[in-house]
């Protein structure tokens, strides 16, 4: 079938992203929390199949269409496997007593007035160290969330500032995917880039700091003893109760500072998980299993915390949700809405609308923060459309390359401002794999979180202003110097 190609205009590239967030809104109100398990991700198919319709308008055959959309699923398909693996992991992870200890401890030992600062700070350290966002979050942030419930502080609010804490320790993190991926595509030096964008994160983090600093100082200061006590007994009552189960997380960072890849690092982690299930808590596992074998009732508790859901029994009602996981099975919402995710973007990017739309915004560019500016509302859009932070470096990377050099711009100016709107902004997108990963990871949903992650928000924001008053805003001199300024 022959079809002559036609231009493409804004007004029709615009027409399945505005359908989408009409249907997501409509989805928003009529079904609320429950929109991820299922209206959600129809309604992305829906708004694909209208780019599939101007796809084929301007030329396109459903062989293209198709390639399109298994190539953008590939490059999800690790994202996802990721998630069915932390899914596991928070299982073993919850029978082994790994995550009752640390909120055990954990309200032994941090303040109620600090805990959302410190849940920022403890974070940032270990997404440092570990270079991974997600495997903070779905660990240390998982029993973070376990001690702010304990301590009756407001869900989405503990999930922002364990967001917040881990992707700044991402952001500037050398063993980071996204550190490396943004000086690449600016092609600068990891070092060079890290420093400079000290300039942007350190303000941005200061000031997320002081934000959940007053919030916790000024809401946060009523908290009953006594029902931290009753947290507590109830965690010793049922679990085993040591210092000997932080060997997990350790090891797991230890395998993650070696620089082995995220799937088998967290695969590690779920299997250490279930030896030290099995070692340190074998009243649970009989409790979570009908055999009187020890031998068969270990392999029937582990193998269900790994693949579906389990919830430790305790006397006191109010923290069953605190001892109860998913495990793979409750990841799979998210990955249907990623996977429906990227069959919206691998059709947008086939039939031109994503290209079209970019080139549009370039020609706003006239100064350094009008580029710097259109570079962010870049990122933020591919991060809406194309469903993937990467995608949102590469592309945007790529394009505004050569802007940046006929700006007289150094190109760390391009590599940070890609970190600082690309990589930070995709967990505030619902079905982006960040968003829908960390909403998955947390049992939260990313509308209720996302203005509470107020890093992410932050980082953009200041990396406009310091564009637009010319702060720390390096070029290139006409002799080829540099201008550190």
Request: proline content about 4%; glycine content about 8%.
């Amino acid at each position: 079938m022959n079809l002559q190609k036609k231009s493409l205009s804004l007004g029709e590239a615009l027409i399945p992203i505005v359908l989408l967030i009409i249907l997501l809104s409509v989805n928003a109100i009529v079904f609320g929390d429950n929109a991820i398990s299922g209206a959600n991700q129809f309604s992305l198919l829906i708004a694909a199949a209208v780019g599939g319709i101007i796809a084929i308008r301007h030329g396109k055959v459903w062989e293209d269409i198709q390639k399109g959309f298994v190539k953008s699923i590939g490059t999800a398909m690790p994202s996802m496997l990721i998630l069915l693996l932390i899914g596991s992991l928070a299982g073993t992870w919850m029978i082994s007593g790994v995550v009752p200890a640390m909120i055990y401890y954990g309200l032994e030992f941090l303040n109620p007035k600090l805990f959302l600062m410190l849940s920022v700070i403890i974070c940032a350290i270990v997404s440092v160290v570990s270079g991974s966002s997600w495997s903070t979050i779905a660990t240390i942030g998982v029993a973070l969330l376990g001690i702010g419930n304990a301590m009756e502080i407001n869900p989405a609010l503990v999930a922002g500032a364990i967001i917040s804490g881990a992707y700044f320790g991402d952001k500037i993190s050398p063993l980071s995917d996204t550190t490396n991926l943004a000086p690449a595509m600016a092609n600068v030096d990891l070092f060079v880039h890290i420093r400079y964008m000290m300039y942007t994160t350190i303000p941005s983090i200061l000031i997320t700091l002081v934000i959940f600093l007053v919030i916790g100082l000024t809401k946060h200061g009523e908290i009953d003893p006594e029902s931290i006590r009753q947290v507590q007994s109830a965690i010793k009552d049922n679990f085993t109760i040591t210092p000997w189960l932080f060997l997990v997380p350790v090891l797991l960072f230890v395998i993650i500072s070696k620089k082995v890849p995220a799937l088998p690092a967290i695969f590690a982690g779920t299997l250490i998980g279930g030896i030290f299930a099995i070692i340190f808590q074998p009243q649970i596992i009989f409790q979570l299993s009908e055999s009187t074998s020890f031998i068969q009732a270990s392999y029937d508790t582990v193998m269900k915390s790994i693949f579906t859901n389990i919830s430790v029994p305790v006397e006191n009602e109010n923290i069953q949700d605190l001892l109860s996981t998913g495990g793979m099975k409750g990841m799979l919402n998210t990955i249907w809405l990623i996977l429906t995710a990227m069959v919206f973007s691998g059709i947008l990017e086939t039939a031109g609308i994503l290209k079209k739309i970019t080139e549009t915004m370039l020609k706003a560019v006239h100064s350094t923060g009008s580029l710097v500016t259109t570079t962010a509302i870049s990122c933020g859009f591919l991060n809406l459309t194309a469903s993937d932070q990467y995608i949102s470096i590469v592309v945007t990377g790529r394009m505004f390359a050569k802007s940046y050099k006929d700006q007289n711009l150094k190109p760390e100016v391009l590599s940070r401002t890609l970190e600082d709107s690309g990589t930070v902004t995709s967990v505030l997108v619902p079905w982006n794999t960040c968003g829908a990963a960390q909403a998955g990871a947390l049992g939260i949903a990313t509308a209720a979180f996302a203005p509470f992650c107020f890093f992410n928000i932050i980082s953009p924001i200041v990396t406009i202003t310091m564009a637009y008053f010319n702060i720390k805003i390096r070029r290139i001199s006409d002799q080829g110097t540099v201008n550190n300024e």
